[in-house]
């Protein structure tokens, strides 16, 4: 059954549409282009039927087949028309959306078999997209394996580069005494002794920056404002002895404060394998386009299984397996039950409820493709507030995390070139 959108300005023939078709779709009726292009911006259909003469003075089903490929998706379309016979080559030329021209009145039965046959090409092509970008990712992490296995490691200057942004976070703020210095400190050079000790760590960080920053600036701008402000975090309110009240799970020693710095540097890796178009799309993800986003998570933890590293160090991969998880049950790729036991394996393990509450603040804080306008501070942090209600993240961390968040927001990185790049990450 699909979600199918009916534009016709006449009042009896969308109720003769939606007795014809609604047994076998759900039928969604507007009489104007207007009224079309808002519940597209709202809702997700699988076709759109529109009628060519939309009244008298009526943009027409052209016009909004156009208006489509302008600001949304560009769902499929059967345009229905008095005269199809001499706007069957232009119009499938010229208007991409609309996939068939069908002559008023329709057959029923013709009618019928047009839209299950549009449909299914659409799904068709969906799937074959997908497929598309699974496998570039397959063939991509394959690669860096084998440059990993002949030991063609890079000389490793983004490493370092990331290892000073954690050696050097840093806010003006009453908890940043000297332990949290010393912190700092030590969680860098932990971080640059794990790397040292595992190139293919090294590898595959040098890999992921060099081609980000070309792909997305914006969320190569992301991976390092999030480096920081976790560094700083960290930091200050959760190794010893500044971790006090915080509770004994979420305490971090050296080790898995080095650990989430690494997994933070590399969680979005799977997005160099996202299209730009998908990536940057500036409105509402559906579709093949909302299942491509989401599996980056997918893709990168198929890049940390297959670098082999030690059982050491399999917080890395937890974190960045579940970082668009939630507690309460909810979130992306597998939605993991809600975690309150580290010992369990199925749950999600304390080290892992840090970084989501980062990645959403810089998410909502951030300019995006689909969102010009940063969130307010007060508007993100109400969300968050909400969320952590629900369960969906920890509350006693977003409270003690708030503080420094906010005081962090506004130290966005800057490129070498100057020019100010803000994050990006769905």
């Given amino acids: 059954m699909a979600n199918i959108l009916h534009v016709e300005d006449d009042p009896s023939i ?11 779709h759900n039928i969604t009726a507007v009489a104007s282009m207007a009224e079309a292009m808002e519940k597209l911006a709202t809702m997700k259909f699988d076709l759109v039927v529109a009628d060519y003469k939309l009244g008298i003075t009526e943009p027409t089903g052209a016009d909004l087949a156009d208006d489509m490929k302008r600001k949304l998706d560009a769902t499929p379309m059967i345009l229905l028309t008095g005269d199809s016979s001499k706007m069957q080559q232009e119009f499938r030329a010229k208007h991409t959306a609309i996939k068939e021209i ?10 019928k078999a047009t839209i299950n046959d549009v449909i299914a090409k659409s799904l068709a092509l969906e799937a074959k997209r997908i497929t598309e970008v699974d496998e570039a990712a397959r063939k991509d992490i394959e690669l860096l394996c084998e440059q990993i296995s002949r030991g063609e490691f890079p000389d490793g200057v983004h490493t370092r580069r990331m290892v000073e942004v954690v050696r050097a976070a840093s806010l003006e703020h009453p908890d940043d005494n000297l332990h949290t210095s010393a912190n700092r400190v030590k969680m ?22 060099t081609r ?47 650990a989430l710095c690494i997994a933070v540097m590399l969680h979005d890796y799977g997005k160099l394998y996202i299209p730009e178009d998908i990536l940057h799309y500036p409105d509402r993800l559906d579709g093949a386009k909302k299942t491509i986003v989401k599996n980056h998570v997918i893709y990168s933890t198929q ?56 990645d959403r603040f810089k998410a909502m804080t ?20 909400d969320e952590a209600k629900a369960g969906m993240i920890s509350g006693k961390l977003l409270e003690r995390f708030m503080p420094l968040m906010w005081e962090f927001r506004g130290r966005e990185y800057i490129a070498p070139s100057g020019k100010e790049i803000t994050g990006n990450s769905r």
Wanted: glycine share 8%.
């Fill in 14 to 24: 969308r109720m003769l549409f939606g007795l014809q078709f609604g047994r076998d």
């Fill in 102 to 111: 069908v002559d008023k009145p329709p057959s029923i039965a013709g009618l």
């Fill in 188 to 209: 860098a050079d932990k971080v640059a002794e794990i790397i040292e000790g595992n190139p293919s760590l090294c590898a595959a960080i040098e890999h992921f920056f």
């Fill in 366 to 385: 951030s300019k995006r493709s689909y969102r010009p306008n940063p969130m307010s501070l007060e508007t993100a942090t109400s969300i968050m507030e």
């Fill in 212 to 258: 980000i920053e070309k792909h997305s600036p914006e969320t190569y701008a992301h991976i390092n404002n999030s480096t920081e402000l976790l560094a700083q975090i960290v930091a200050t309110t959760l190794m010893p002895p500044n971790n006090v009240g915080v509770g004994a799970g979420y305490t971090r020693d050296v080790e898995q404060g080095a």
């Fill in 303 to 358: 890049m940390i299984d297959a670098l082999g590293l030690p059982d050491s160090l399999k917080d890395i991969g937890k974190i960045i397996a579940t970082h668009h998880e939630n507690l309460d049950g909810t979130g992306y790729p597998k939605g993991a039950r809600k975690g309150r036991n580290a010992d369990k394996e199925e749950d999600l393990p304390y080290i892992t409820h840090i970084h989501p509450i980062i």
